[in-house]
């Protein structure tokens, strides 16, 4: 049985915070391994969504798409922990005059 829809939950920022929102796009069409989908209401773009990939662009199913969002948001933590211990090991190396000193270190060097 195909579909009405995919579901797809996103996040973005405003001024009053953080927005989730549940995106509902079209099935247009199926294929043996996925579906077309339509982007926009008033739009032409298309895209296609596997039926079986591990990670999906949306789901026929909502909770699996707030599963997804889920493990999304928590790849995205600790991509960007990892940034954040980066710039800190950076700033660490600055020297206390407030020159900048081009150092080489290794990854986890905590010598200073």
């Given at each position: 049985?195909i ?73 995205q ?36």
């Amino acid at each position: 049985m195909i579909p009405e829809h995919l579901y797809r939950f996103e996040d973005s920022v405003t001024s009053l915070g953080v927005r989730v929102d549940r995106r509902k796009f079209k099935v247009i069409e199926e294929t043996p391994c996925g579906y077309w989908v339509r982007l926009f209401e008033s739009s032409d773009d298309k895209k296609w969504v596997s039926k079986v990939a591990k990670k999906r662009f949306a789901y026929p199913v909502l909770d699996d798409a707030i599963t997804s969002f889920k493990a999304r948001k928590r790849r995205q933590i600790e991509i960007l922990e990892a940034q954040l211990h980066i710039a800190k090991s950076a700033l660490r190396w600055a020297d206390p005059t407030g020159e900048y000193k081009s150092r080489r270190f290794r990854s986890g060097d905590q010598s200073f």
